[in-house]
Nanobody, 116 residues
Framework: QAQLVESGGALVQPGGSLRLSCVGS????????MSWYRQAPGKEREVVVG????????KYADSVKGRFTISRDNAKNTVYLQMNSLKPEDTAAYYC?????????WGQGTQVTVSS
């Protein structure tokens, strides 16, 4: 079965950094476009940033530009989200998303809480 498993979420102080990872299995990861989404309590899920199978950045939320960076390692079936200068408003469940033509998969999410 296709799976996406996120990890790396934690409680961190404002200004801190975290690196999220998402490992895919059960599907041809290398040909899928990947994205990170997030959803805060009471808000709709929003795209954070996306990356194509070849490493081209296709999506980017204005609120995270200059602070968050997406990358992928197809050899490891893994996509990363490096988050720096974290703010309380970054608090949310972060989800990994894979998309290719007629197939799409969601991870279960990992919680990021930014608080002092």
């Amino acid at each position: 079965q296709a799976q996406l498993v996120e990890s790396g979420g934690a409680l961190v102080q404002p200004g801190g950094s975290l690196r999220l990872s998402c490992v895919g299995s059960g599907f041809p990861f290398s040909i899928y476009d990947m994205s990170w989404y997030r959803q805060a309590p009471g808000k709709e899920r929003e795209v954070v940033v996306g990356i194509t199978s070849t490493g081209f950045i296709t999506k980017y939320a204005d609120s995270v530009k200059g602070r968050f960076t997406i990358s992928r390692d197809n050899a490891k079936n893994t996509v990363y989200l490096q988050m720096n200068s974290l703010k309380p408003e970054d608090t949310a469940a972060y989800y990994c998303y894979a998309k290719q033509r007629f197939s799409e998969y969601w991870g279960q999410g990992t919680q990021v809480t930014v608080s002092s």
